[in-house]
């Protein structure tokens, strides 16, 4: 059970929340890519708006050319416009995006010319996972910046991690690749949403010795999380959304291990 802010505390935290910007130096706030950086949003609403197809390759070569370990590349991306996720799917992009790209851990395709990992699935799996993510995080700052905007899914309509049998059994995807999100692509309706809550620099970067976290700034994170979630999802609360994702969970963890390790969860 989480806690339940009082009105004060509920009012002090919306507050906080709409106050929330990055910060940035003067003399770098001019940088247009930085600018980029901290200027996106998870974006949830989309105007249903074409995005022309140079635009898209281009978001997608920024996916091709993103680092990787040993430069391994192990990531496949599945590309989708409207109509073949409607086809694939049976239903719409979510929040009626335009298009959309389910990022794969991939190291089925290496393994049929490298056997780097020979025994240890572990760490090729956390491999895969890091490079695939690094290429996704590329292709959502590469749209941002051609003004078109995203949110990764690894939950909402099917749409990864908590859903990657469902994901293999609709993509035939091979042992060895795993389906880690959905990237959706549009043009955003109406303004960006404001700053989620995030920690404060002094809770997540330390010098020398790990700082355990001041107890103090966790609550009021946390508190924050709670009001901010209710404060745009009306019908539904911040912790609704963790007890759909527990109820997914217990399923997709034996479905991973079985997908990862080949064996039984
Ligand atoms: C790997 C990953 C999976 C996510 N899955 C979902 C999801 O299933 N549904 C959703 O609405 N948002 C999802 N998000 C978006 C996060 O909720 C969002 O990034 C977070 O609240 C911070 O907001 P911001 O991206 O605007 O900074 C996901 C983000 C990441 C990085």
Redesign the pocket.
């Known amino acids: 059970m989480l806690p339940k802010p009082g009105l004060i505390a509920a009012l002090q935290n919306i507050a906080q929340i709409l106050s929330g910007r990055p910060h940035l130096p003067r003399a770098l706030a001019e940088n247009r890519l930085l600018q980029v950086i901290l200027a996106?949003?998870?974006v949830?609403a989309f105007t249903g708006q074409e995005i022309p197809e140079e635009v898209f390759s281009a978001i997608l070569e920024a996916a091709r050319l993103a680092p990787s370990t040993v430069n391994l590349q192990t990531w496949a991306f599945a590309v989708f416009d409207a109509s073949l996720w409607q086809q694939t799917f049976g239903r719409a992009i979510p929040f009626h995006a335009n298009r959309a790209v389910i990022v794969i851990a991939d190291t089925y395709r290496d393994r049929q010319v490298l056997d780097v990992f020979p025994s240890s699935p572990l760490i090729e799996h956390t491999v895969a996972v890091m490079n695939a993510?690094l290429a996704a995080m590329n292709m959502n700052i590469a749209a941002e910046a051609l003004g078109v905007s995203s949110?990764?899914?690894?939950?909402?309509g099917r749409?990864?991690l908590l859903d990657a049998q469902y994901l293999k059994e609709a993509l035939g995807l091979p042992d060895g690749a795993i389906p880690?999100?959905t990237i959706v692509f549009g043009y955003a309706r109406g303004p960006y949403?404001p700053?989620?809550p995030?920690l404060p620099i002094e809770q997540i970067c330390f010098k020398g010795q790990y700082q355990s976290p001041r107890r103090e700034a966790m609550d009021n994170w946390l508190s924050q999380m709670i009001v901010g979630y209710k404060a745009s999802h009306l019908t539904s609360s911040f912790e609704n959304q963790l007890k759909i994702y527990l109820n997914k969970i217990e399923k997709a963890e034996a479905d991973l291990r079985s997908m990862i390790f080949r064996q039984p969860g």
């Open positions: 996106r949003r998870s949830r993510s949110v990764m899914l690894s939950e909402t749409s990864g880690l999100m949403p700053m989620p995030k």
